[in-house]
């Protein structure tokens, strides 16, 4: 191999790893009650996880009341439903 051949497969070696790093490093932020301080009728702003499609998503829930029980959190829809969301969870008070 010649000498230039080696420094450019070095060179793109270096560039392929950079770019790798800097594509999987990033995480986009995740949304959470302070993304939502404009909503302003609810009283408690709940941030938890959902069973949806036997997959576990994030989850961010307004309400004006909840109760809790062992590992979940249960909270009135503005349809009177009951939900709940598994935790770890969070409870904002606005």
Do not use: R, W
């Not at 949806?52 to 590992?71: E, G, L, P």
């Not at 349809?79 to 969870?89: A, K, R, T, V, W």
């Amino acid at each position: 191999m010649k000498q230039n051949q080696i420094y450019y497969y070095i060179l793109h070696l270096l560039a392929g790893i950079t770019i790798g790093f800097l594509l999987f490093s990033c995480k986009s932020p995740k949304p959470s009650c302070e993304a939502y301080s404009y909503v302003e009728n609810y009283k408690y702003c709940i941030e938890g996880k959902k069973i949806m499609d036997s997959d576990t998503v994030d989850v961010i829930a307004f309400t004006n009341s909840y109760s809790m029980a062992c590992d979940s959190i249960f909270y009135y829809n503005s349809d009177s439903s009951i939900q709940s969301l598994l935790g770890p969870y969070k409870v904002y008070e606005n």
